[in-house]
């Protein structure tokens, strides 16, 4: 609940981001970029980050993990890269 919180609070609206990996329930390839617009509800998030972005005209949400940031403000890109930094260590919830 503690991320899911700080991320919700922390991350604005249109923070771009790449793809860095595929994930089987996702659609985004690989260098793909989306503008993440916030944090998937929290039932979506109870073993995973889960960020709402926009693909192909439709919102849809995918794993945090996933991405990786390119443009946005620096609190923003701080806290998804403080995430991904969490996963690299093999951090759970």
Avoid at 6 to 15: H, K, P
Avoid at 31 to 46: K, N, S, T, Y
Wanted: with cysteine.
């Amino acid at each position: 609940m503690g991320w899911h919180a700080s991320i919700d609070d922390t991350i604005q609206n249109n923070v771009r981001c790449r793809c860095r990996k595929i994930r089987s329930m996702s659609p985004l390839k690989i260098g793909e970029e989306v503008d993440v617009l916030g944090v998937a509800p929290f039932d979506d998030c109870e073993s995973e980050m889960f960020v709402v972005v926009l693909w192909n005209d439709r919102e849809l949400a995918v794993p945090l993990e996933q991405l990786e940031p390119i443009s946005g403000d620096v609190k923003s890109i701080e806290i998804i890269e403080d995430w991904l930094y969490w996963c690299l260590m093999g951090d759970e919830f």
